[in-house]
Structures are given as C-alpha cells and as structure tokens.
C-alpha cells in the first residue's frame, strides 16, 4: 500500500516571502499521479496542483510550484510571494492509476499560516 | 466551483438515527469517491464507486452503505450513527481522458451526532 508522509504539522511565513511545504511517498509503483490539495477554514478541499510521474517537468501554477524527486520519492510545493488567502492546510496526495487502486491516499497535512 | 455537489451542507441528528448524504459528480465523471473528515484527523477514504458498480472500499464502517444509480450520483447511508459519527463527509468525482486522473470535491455535509 502506499503511504504519504508530510513532516511539517505546522509552517509560517512572511507576507510576500516563499515558502516550501514538504511531502515524501512510499510506492512500489512507477506511474502514479501526485496532488497538493489546500483546505482553507471554510474547509472546501480545493486542487492547487498535479504532477504526473512520467513527466520530468516539475508542475507550475502560478504562484505555486513543485520539486518532484522521483528517485527520492519527494514532492514538495513551493509558495511564492505568499498572500493572506494562502493561510489554509495543505494535503499532499498520491493516487494510482491502477484498477481498484485510484482512490487519493493523503498525507497528514501542513498547516500554513501567513503573518501580515 | 468544482462541479461536484453534495446535500445537505450541514446536518444535525440524535445517536441511533440514520441519514442520508447525496452526491451528484461532474457532468461526465463516471467515478464517486466518498471520504469522511473528523476533526482531528485526517482525510479517510470510504469508498469508490465507476458507473454503477462499487470499484474500492476503505475503512467504511458496516453501519454505513453507499449506492451510485443510473444517472450517476451517489448516496451514503449512515444508520445507527454514534457521536464519533460526527464528522465532514466529502465526496469526490473524476472522469475518462486527460482530466480523468484528477479527483474533484465536492464542498462536503457536515454531519453533527448529538
């Protein structure tokens, strides 16, 4: 089974600074799907960014970037120019593409907090 | 707006009652994923459903069942409900093609247990 391990319970930042959010994985698999997923306190689950393994290319959205390690089983997200509507939890996912497999396995969540 | 909706948005019941959660997916998802939220846990997947048929089943309790119909959404039945019980359920849809490896959410109903 694949597991996901985000170290970081809790991360702050500056207004306007970067901030990089952890996430390692556990998989036998070599194609599989990865997410970061941001739960504000509304509680909504909403899809920041994806990362296809096959694909070297590290995923951007904007502010939002990740470093995909594949060897080192690592998916990190970075926030640029941070703003206050980033303050949420972040989940980071990991889903198979295999039959009867393709539920999301999510990590334990970073919460993110923005000082003004 | 993800496109998936859920009913109702809040809920409150007595222990030992039964409810009712509903889903309808994205236009097009053939696949319904439920995942139950308590407070100081993480997400927990339930179960899957792919045009019909149930496809996954998680850590879903035998007091809860769930059913996807013909025109695609998707029910979760919880009886016999517990305190513990109390606890955001989501449901998630994803579809065929390009978009197919991404799952969206739904906003979630809050269900309480008094």
């Known amino acids: 089974a694949q597991t996901v391990t985000q170290s970081q319970p809790e991360m702050s930042v500056q207004e306007a600074e970067t901030v990089t959010l952890s996430c390692t994985y556990d998989t036998s698999e070599s194609d599989y799907y990865l997410f970061w997923y941001k739960q504000p306190p509304s509680r909504q689950m909403i899809l920041v960014i994806r990362q296809e393994a096959y694909k070297q290319q590290n995923a951007t959205e904007n502010r939002f970037s990740v470093n995909f390690q594949k060897a080192a089983k690592s998916f990190s997200l970075k926030i640029s120019d941070s703003q206050l509507g980033d303050a949420a939890m972040y989940f980071c996912a990991y889903r198979s593409p295999n039959f009867g497999n393709e539920k999301l396995t999510f990590g334990t969540g970073t919460r993110l907090t923005i000082i003004p | 707006d993800s496109g998936v909706t859920q009913t109702p948005k809040h809920l409150i019941t007595a222990t030992g009652q039964r409810v009712t959660l509903r889903c309808s997916p994205r236009?097009?998802?053939?696949?319904v994923y439920w995942y139950q939220q308590s407070l100081d846990q993480g997400l927990q997947f339930l179960i899957q459903?792919?045009?019909?048929?149930?496809?996954a089943k998680g850590n879903i309790l035998e007091r809860f069942s769930a059913q996807q119909f013909p025109d695609l959404h998707s029910e979760l039945n919880l009886s016999s409900l517990e305190l513990g019980d109390s606890a955001l359920y989501f449901c998630?849809?994803?579809?065929?093609?390009?978009?197919?490896?991404?799952?969206?959410f739904g906003e979630g109903s809050w269900l309480t247990v008094v």
């Open positions: 459903y792919y045009n019909g048929e149930e496809r």
């Open positions: 236009s097009g998802d053939l696949s």
């Open positions: 998630a849809s994803s579809g065929r093609g390009s978009s197919g490896n991404t799952i969206y």
